[in-house]
């Protein structure tokens, strides 16, 4: 490639992508997840425990993929 294209590639990157002149959030973030996580508690529903239940029935089946799933944690 030579300078012409590098520069036509630039420009048109430069085209694509705008500058962001006001990148700062005017609000923190924060002080909403702490609160948003205080009143919805993580819960452990059906596809949860239909998954812990297959993977108990694999490793009942196939105990030497028991490695093989220790590895991957």
Do not use: C
């Amino acid at each position: 490639m030579n300078n012409r294209d590098l520069d036509f590639v630039r420009q048109q990157l430069k085209s694509a992508m705008p500058l962001l002149h006001d990148a700062e959030l005017t609000v923190d973030l924060w002080p909403r997840m702490l609160r948003r996580m205080e009143h919805a508690p993580p819960a452990f529903g059906w596809f949860e425990a239909a998954l812990v239940g297959l993977v108990a029935i694999a490793l009942a089946v196939f105990p030497e993929l028991l490695p093989a799933i220790l590895y991957h944690l």
